[in-house]
């Protein structure tokens, strides 16, 4: 393959026929104001007369583009093989050339090794719960109210704890103290209302990260996809309605369910119920 640093490339490999089913990775240079490629070198072949479905993005001066053609599936080896050569070939050349390259060329090296990264993409059953609770509670006395039934989460302790290298049973004990009253505390809060009510519409709106690192633990070490799901989102706001405040989150037991994983169905169950104390613990702290 010519040296074509600094320049635009052109790669097309592809599997399959116009009678099958094919999935070509076109890499093409930019065209100029004459609608001419800069620069391609004669042994990077550009041809494309095939019905294909094209998507495609376009970056610092390379353009690449997945087409899928909708025909029927049929796949010759000797083409998947060249296919593969030939992609490689332009995978290990931009991974070559990497070290030699600046700004907005290496961002485009980079975008070209990335499209040889495998993706997963998985479909789930269960259900995802949503809840709604409406509280009756005006937003203020609501945001205090459910700030009050939730522990905090306390910084200045984590890095202590982490400085000292401290036992798990250590760190355990100082997040339950951080997780009093109910096991819950608040990880982080975003008041999403207050800077989106700068476009002149005022807003009543809040967003909470809530959860415990030791229950945390315990799920990421049955599944690491679980770090997704917690700590988990509870949103409170209130849109003016005799309602009052409102809660809204999904059911912790429910979106853990997505994962397939029987052993998270205790912990599962155990957040619900503790999110549930946290709710019903409302009118208590707003009668305070």
């Not at 089913?21 to 800069?38: I, N, S, T, W």
């Not at 992609?87 to 070559?96: F, I, V």
């Not at 485009?108 to 709604?132: D, F, G, K, Y």
């Not at 700030?147 to 401290?166: F, I, R």
Request: charged share 25%; net charge negative.
């Amino acid at each position: 393959m010519p040296d074509h640093l600094g320049k635009d490339v052109g790669i097309r490999a592809g599997t399959g026929t116009a009678d099958g089913e094919g999935l070509v990775l076109h890499v093409r240079p930019v065209l100029d104001a004459r609608g001419v490629p800069e620069s391609t070198g004669a042994d990077l072949v550009g041809d494309a007369a095939d019905p294909f479905e094209r998507i495609g993005i376009e970056r610092h001066g390379f353009r690449i583009e997945q087409r899928l053609h909708r025909g029927a599936a049929v796949h010759g080896s000797r083409r998947a093989r060249c296919a593969r050569a030939v992609w490689h070939s332009a995978y290990r050349h931009a991974d070559d050339a990497s070290p030699h390259l600046v700004g907005d060329q290496k961002v485009a090296a980079t975008e070209l090794n990335m499209q040889n990264r495998q993706i997963s993409q998985s479909s789930s059953t269960p259900s995802i719960s949503h809840v709604n609770v409406a509280t009756g509670l005006p937003y203020d006395r609501l945001i205090e109210a459910f700030e009050a039934s939730l522990g905090k989460w306390d910084q200045p302790a984590v890095v202590q704890l982490s400085k000292e290298n401290a036992k798990w049973p250590e760190v355990e004990a100082a997040i339950a103290k951080m997780a009093e009253p109910f096991g819950l505390m608040v990880l982080a809060k975003i008041d999403q209302g207050r800077i989106t009510s700068l476009s002149g519409t005022p807003k009543m709106c809040t967003l909470y990260l809530v959860g415990n690192p030791a229950i945390a633990k315990r799920i990421i070490e049955i599944d690491l996809r679980g770090s997704f799901y917690v700590p988990f989102r509870v949103a409170v706001h209130d849109d003016g309605s005799p309602d009052g405040g409102i809660i809204s989150y999904d059911r912790p037991s429910s979106f853990l369910a997505a994962l397939d994983r029987p052993e998270l169905d205790a912990i599962g169950k155990s957040l619900d119920e503790k999110l549930d104390r946290v709710i019903s613990n409302l009118d208590h702290h707003a009668r305070i």
